[in-house]
T-cell receptor, first 114, second 110 residues
């Protein structure tokens, strides 16, 4: 909240298409994360990045790709290989500080595959 | 990574009643965080607990971290309609990100 923006808020995609979700932060945070949330469920980690030009797979990375060319930006591409992409996608960022690991979330993007 | 189990999944209360959600892990946690997600919204950080046996209060909310650092609870006294939402615990953090519980959905009946 506050310093993280995600766009678009709602996204509709046809089967077989790739789509890219935007995430930008102006909090000067080193770490950024992508989570997926299904109805009534918790958050599952897709990808995360601790530094520019480096990123790691989370628990459910298959069918997704990311890039981190700038500290402020961490876009997520949902590829046609993702079998069930309809979900609520949340981007978050945090400082890499062992005492304060608070994650700040963006407003999210609701993706629906038609 | 660290795994956390959260119960109950859903909790219906009458406005004014108390509410508690529990978070449990089979391993010792370095810290536990709590987030609240309003319906249609995104998770918002509430608090972080780090020390064994720690208790923190925020107005009507009381957060506890177990002595063994394997469990935590969030208690809300005299619930209000503004408390509606899903409450998540999360463990881990740092460079590898957080592991979230599945959340407890609090439904309040006026």
């Amino acid at each position: 909240d506050g310093g993280i923006t995600q766009s678009p808020k709602y996204l509709f995609r046809k089967e077989g298409q790739n789509v890219t979700l935007s995430c930008e932060q102006n909090l000067n945070h080193d770490a950024m994360y992508w989570y997926r949330q299904d109805p009534g469920q918790g958050l599952r980690l897709i990808y995360y990045s601790q530094i520019v030009n480096d990123f790691q797979k989370g628990d459910i990375a298959e069918g997704y790709s990311v890039s981190r060319e700038k500290k402020e930006s961490f876009p997520l591409t949902v590829t046609s290989a993702q079998k069930n992409p309809t979900a609520f996608y949340l981007c978050a960022s945090s400082r890499l500080d062992s005492r304060t690991d608070t994650q700040y979330f963006g407003p999210g993007t609701r993706l629906t595959v038609l | 990574g660290q795994q956390v189990m959260q119960i109950p999944q859903y909790q219906h209360v009458q406005e004014g009643e108390d509410f508690t959600t529990y978070c449990n892990s089979s391993t010792t946690l370095s810290n536990i965080q709590w987030y609240k997600q309003r319906p249609g919204g995104h998770p918002v950080f509430l608090i972080q607990l780090v020390k064994s046996g720690e208790v923190k209060k925020q107005k009507r909310l009381t957060f506890q971290f177990g002595e063994a650092k394997k469990n935590s609870s969030l208690h809300i006294t005299a619930t209000q309609t503004t408390d509606v939402g899903t409450y998540f615990c999360a463990a881990g953090g740092g460079a590898d990100g957080l592991t979230f519980g599945k959340g407890t959905h609090l439904i309040i009946q006026p």
